[in-house]
């Protein structure tokens, strides 16, 4: 057979993967997809290392390595004054599963579920593959905030769900309690489910609260809240994440889990169960990339890029208008070839490639390349 009916017929390479390749082509510095380049905590390593050499090295439990999911409840507790059972939490390889995992689980042909554009790149064909419908709703530009009546009036009989993502990929938004508020009212009303992307949850500048669905008992006896371990300790080749749900949804959750991953990486799982105690390990990471975003903004002073505010996440996103008219994207692989740095077109996170001018920068690196970045940019 030469050729079947694709499911994902409209679906081509990820925009990571394609700038990242370019990247290391022409040898460009690489501010496009998120991973940091400088090295995770040794502690964790070592840990790790000794868990390896201690014997962890079989399947760990289905649900997740016991001490790791008391370890996060005690986390939540702390954090959001809220007690979840380890009951509710699964460790999975990575948040983007989590997410796929949760979609799958609630979604059914024909169902529409609401989508914020612009949006991480996995939610739409992990949709699509379910045979659902994506409802795509823009942020308002310029500041990426969301407008709850264009929710309101998108939803109907068929609409099964909301995703979110806050702090925000690509865009740094992050949600207020008004937000969370609204939000909440518009689940509980309608009957909806809410899948809510926290991967960046201690990433967040100014001094702003993260409103975890966590928070919020009533919007979280609805929801997938999905989490990312990569994300928090600067490991994101670890893959490793979870998702915590209440219990009648962790268990058809881990149903569909069972069966694709069944369980995760274990000496990890042992590691992080004694690291995540010591809060310093997360509480010290807002502001550390709080100085990275900073650093960058001050050296893209001398460019001529227009700065967007970023309040979380590893991104800021920056206008080229006053520099070029071309498309994002065509933009993003010049500044590749011509200048070295490779960037993401925020036009690859809208569906129908909606391109306001605007590219996404990755700040979670270190200083000498972020100067170096914007010393090339300063040419243009
Ligand atoms: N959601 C968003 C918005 C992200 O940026 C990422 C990071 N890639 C993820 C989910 C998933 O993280 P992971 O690498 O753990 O799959
Ligand atoms: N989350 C990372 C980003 O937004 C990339 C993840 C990936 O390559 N799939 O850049």
Redesign the pocket.
Known sequence: MESFESKLPNIGT?I??TM?ALASEHKAINL????PDFQMDETLISLTHQAMKDGHNQYAPMAGNMALRESLSEKFYSLYNTSISPDCITITPGG?YAIYNALTTILSPGDEIIVFEPA???YIPNILVNGAIPVCIPLDFPNYSINWNKVRSAINKKTKAIILNSPH??TGSVLSSSDMEILSKIIIENNLFLISDEVYEHLIFDNKPHHSVLKYPDLFNRSFVCFSFGKVYNC?GWKMGYCVAPKFLTNEFRKLHQYNAFSCHTPTQVALASHIKNKESYLSLSSNMQQKRDFFLSCMKNTSFSMMPSSGS??VCASYEKISQMPALDFAIQLIKEYGVAT?PVSAFYADGRDDKVLRF?FAKKEETLLLAAERLKNL
């Open positions: 990820s990571f993967t990242s496009g997809q998120g991973f983007t991480y790149d996995s990929n690509p994101t590893y991104f993401i990755c």
